[in-house]
């Protein structure tokens, strides 16, 4: 039976492992033992209980019945440690004879001992010992007194160690894998025998770009070569004949030898044995990137490191002669090493010279970590120098000025126009007046990069001539003395593995500086006011080049299909502006586009790119990052001319399978909530506390909202607790307009709390809370709260009351506002309008002020103020008792 346990190991907090490292474990095995015990524990994590409170993690139904362990299971996470403590605990107290030792992995016990008539004693003593403290020992898988034994998928014997036979039979029988999964397991397999095969990393190398060079899934199928089945069968052979690897024995020196290979650490372990050095442990990896680009000298400090590092685990600060082949401790001592960040010259310098257990030689002898000569063995040499040598993309490059040569100055500018538009041009000048070139460049162009062009076309100027070079840009320099040839041996990638910015420009920069005789690139400062040669040369060359941005000069075609970022050839673009359709074309010519002295269709300063064109620039500009369709726009735009991108690059980004899974759907909102609509008046309250400042014994207002007439109570209180909200709800609304249904308050414990929550199942109320940290939510409230607050600021400061006089006056102006029906709350309530008073008298005059228009003005708002205040009551028609006059009766006046 399989119980899969993954969520269990999920939600339960891990432990500590306490279950050491298999080779660890074997490491601290002493070369004198020659006899051997395996002793199986049977029934290992069933032989510990499960406390009754924690069973209920492992329960299962079975055909409908409920089962759970009442056993350490397999498969939980932290069987092995709890057992392995449980084991050790067991074993505190036992001690073996000084000619033995115990090694302990989960339920596999190792006795070792140097004769056999010690194993057979200690073995005997160990075995009553876990018969006392109730363990039981599988007879079958029971290994006695022996002078070899199988122990952790090794074979142990008095020489030492090797690969287990059953392991090596497993690995040789395996056939050739067909997917990635299978190839991942494989490796895994063979990888558990790394340290016995020399050189391992570098033979697993094309097996694994295999799987791992391109994007694959677990179960797509592998595609062999020559090259892959080589390597396949060649590792299948190193495991049939690997060495005997001996035990570490602390009371000797270690030995270990190191070497750089093809980009790869190849180092080996030794110690004495006899009079020959024999090999503790094989190791091998492969160098990152950037060590990868650095010179043959600097690989070897990277490799020490490396193999230093890799055996620390073995070695444990014992003492160490470490065998090189190049000089490392002088690179790292008296050499520049400009090739190294200060970060990794730091962690080289930590690992190689801080040790004090560590003795560096360098190898004058056949080297067995490398055995056979590489290329870039031969004649010994002086490690700085050489490295020097290849840090320079040409040995004799200077940084100080060449006598009998060529001065110029050169330099780079770029800046904005008044409307925006980038203006961006070179210059190379001669003292005092002689302007060598000084062109435009296509705006895309930045300030570094023209830099870099200037330089470049100076050295191309003075082919064949010894030439100083002074520059202001500190870029260019660096890139020059420092990193440019780096990032060629590199491929133009950063250490990340992306494309160096101006990649092209570096190339040809690279070539160019070839061209001299002689050539000296000097860095000087900038925007400098002195009066020496090299501060008017800079100052010269500076204002030439902002002339020549501006179009003074004229422009340069040298570097218009210069692409800065490789995203379409420039010969395969001449070739399908070509073969681009005449419609197309006279469309480019009717936005403005030119055709320039190589062929190309140009406007803006920048090619036409064709609508062939588009799907391959698409391409690269989305690139495996997938890039969004406005970043590929601007990439594009920055390199050309281009006429109905955008909608080609929506519908490419829709296409692409993979920005469809991860893009988020901005446009697929879920639909916005609302409030049930009330159907009578206080059926449903909204409520809410505002603090205030202390006036008497009030601080805080309850306000409370009817959300069907949006009538409002302001009640103002001591307190913000439950029991405020509770007799405030009872004596003010209950009281006056019966028991609501529904009640949205806030989720703080005046309202959240279980007087409320009581009242409210006695009453039949149903609470609700609005979102937390989400206004939204309480919109009703809070912009009556913010009302509220805004009127009794007013009140306060026209009757010069404090604000809990002023409440009636808040109170009655929010319910005789109208909404936007046209009806006010108390309307709504009370089925008529608030009476107001008939005549709004002008206090600051008297009645003999009072003029004929002052009196028919008061007639009129008396007249309106009464039709808008008197509500249409149908009354009894009173009967007039007054006697009919008729013409001709007398009347007494």
């Not at 270690?254 to 006899?274: A, I, P, Y």
């Not at 600097?298 to 003492?319: G, K, N, R, T, Y």
């Not at 002074?470 to 990340?496: I, L, N, P």
């Not at 009453?763 to 939510?777: R, V």
Request: hydrophobic share 40%; aromatic share 8%.
């Amino acid at each position: 039976m399989i119980q899969d346990l993954r969520m269990v190991n999920t939600a339960v907090q891990t432990r500590a492992p306490h279950v050491p490292d298999p080779h660890t474990l074997l490491n601290s095995l002493k070369s004198s033992r020659k006899y051997f015990s395996v002793i199986d524990l049977s029934n290992a994590f069933f032989s510990v209980p499960v406390h009754p409170d924690s069973q209920f993690w492992f329960a299962f139904t079975y055909k409908n019945s409920k089962f759970t362990f009442t056993r350490l299971p397999q498969g939980y996470s932290d069987s092995p440690t709890i057992f392995t403590q449980a084991i050790t605990n067991c074993l505190a107290d036992f001690q073996c004879s000084a000619n033995s030792q115990i090694l302990v992995y989960v339920d596999d016990i190792l006795v070792a001992s140097n004769d056999a008539e010690s194993c057979l004693k200690d073995s005997l003593a160990l075995l009553q010992h876990l018969h006392k403290t109730g363990n039981k020992v599988s007879k079958s898988k029971l290994q006695w007194v022996k002078t070899t034994v199988q122990y952790l998928g090794h074979t142990l014997t008095g020489e030492g160690r090797q690969i287990q036979s059953g392991r090596q039979e497993t690995i040789l029988n395996t056939p050739k894998p067909q997917t990635k999964k299978q190839m991942m397991q494989f490796l895994g397999l063979v990888n558990y025998c790394r340290q016995y095969i020399p050189h391992y990393a570098e033979k697993t190398q094309p097996l694994s770009e295999m799987i791992h060079g391109q994007q694959m899934e677990m179960n797509d199928k592998i595609s062999w070569t020559p090259l892959t089945e080589a390597a396949f069968v060649n590792l299948k052979q190193d495991i049939h004949s690997s060495t005997t690897l001996i035990l570490p024995d602390y009371s000797k020196p270690f030995t270990q030898t190191v070497d750089c290979r093809n980009g790869f650490m190849t180092s080996v372990l030794l110690q004495k044995h006899g009079d020959k050095q024999r090999p503790v442990a094989f190791y091998s990896k492969k160098l990152d990137q950037v060590a990868q680009a650095l010179p043959v000298c600097v690989q070897a400090v990277s490799a020490a490191a490396l193999a230093i590092s890799s055996s620390a685990d073995v070695v444990l600060f014992h003492p160490l002669t470490l065998l090189v082949p190049h000089a490392v401790d002088v690179l790292l001592l008296q050499g520049r090493l400009g090739l190294l960040s200060p970060a990794r010259h730091l962690s080289y310098t930590a690992i190689l010279m801080s040790q004090p257990h560590i003795t560096i030689q360098r190898c004058n002898i056949l080297n067995p970590a490398t055995l056979l000569p590489t290329p870039a063995d031969g004649d010994p040499h002086n490690c700085i120098e050489a490295t020097d040598n290849l840090q320079l993309p040409r040995p004799d490059l200077k940084d100080t000025p060449l006598p009998d040569s060529l001065i110029w100055f050169v330099d780079g500018s770029c800046s904005k126009t008044e409307t925006g538009k980038t203006q961006t041009g070179y210059a190379i000048v001669q003292t005092p007046d002689l302007v060598i070139e000084a062109k435009s460049l296509p705006p895309h162009f930045s300030a570094q990069a023209a830099e870099i062009i200037a330089l470049t076309r100076a050295c191309e100027l003075a082919s064949g001539q010894p030439l100083t070079v002074y520059t202001d840009s500190q870029y260019a320099f660096s890139t020059v003395h420092c990193f440019a040839k780096q990032w060629e041996r590199r491929g133009m990638v950063t250490s990340s593995g992306k494309p160096i910015t101006h990649s092209q420009l570096l190339l040809r920069l690279l070539r160019a500086v070839l061209l001299p005789s002689a050539l000296a690139i000097c860095k000087c400062q900038a925007h400098t006011s002195g009066k020496d040669p090299v501060s008017f040369g800079n100052r010269f060359a500076d204002e030439v080049a902002k002339s020549a941005s501006q179009g003074v000069f004229g422009s340069s075609d040298l570097f218009t299909a210069q692409i800065t970022d490789s995203l379409i050839d420039h010969t395969v673009l001449a070739d399908m502006q070509v073969h681009t359709p005449a419609a197309e074309k006279q469309l480019w010519k009717v936005k403005g586009a030119t055709l320039s002295a190589d062929g190309l269709y140009v406007a803006h300063d920048k090619p036409v790119l064709p609508k062939s064109l588009f799907k391959a620039a698409a391409l690269v500009s989305h690139g495996p990052c997938h890039v969004s369709t406005e970043g590929m726009a601007h990439l594009i735009k920055q390199h050309f001319t281009t006429y109905n991108l955008e909608s080609y690059l929506r519908h490419f980004c829709r296409s692409c399978v993979i920005c469809a899974k991860h893009n988020a759907q901005g446009n697929v909102r879920p639909k916005r909530g609302q409030f049930p609509q009330a159907k009578y008046p206080f059926q449903m309250l909204h409520m809410d506390f505002i603090e205030l400042t202390q006036s008497g014994p009030y601080k805080y207002c309850l306000v409370i909202v009817d959300a069907f007439s949006k009538w409002v109570e302001i009640i103002p209180t001591a307190k913000n607790d439950a029991l405020t909200v509770a007799k405030a709800l009872c004596k003010t609304i209950i009281a006056n307009h019966g028991i609501p249904e529904v009640i949205y308050s806030g989720n703080g414990p005046h309202f959240v709390n279980e007087v409320i929550q009581n009242m409210a199942n006695h009453l039949g109320i149903k609470l609700k809370n609005h979102c937390a940290y989400h206004p939204a939510s309480a919109g009703l409230v809070e912009r009556n709260n913010a009302t509220i607050k805004n009127r009794l600021r007013k009140c306060m400061a026209e009757t010069k009351k404090p604000w809990p006089e002023c409440l009636d006056l808040v109170k009655l102006y929010m319910r005789i506002t109208p909404n936007n029906l046209g009806l006010t709350p108390f309307e709504i309530i009370y089925g008529r309008p608030y009476k107001l008073p008939l005549v709004n008298k002008d206090l600051q005059k008297t009645e003999d002020e009072l003029t004929l228009a002052d009196y028919m003005k008061m007639i009129i708002l008396s007249k309106e103020s009464q039709t808008a205040n008197t509500w249409p009551i149908s009354s009894p028609v009173l009967q007039d008792k007054t006697p009919a006059v008729t013409p001709g009766d007398w009347v007494f006046i």
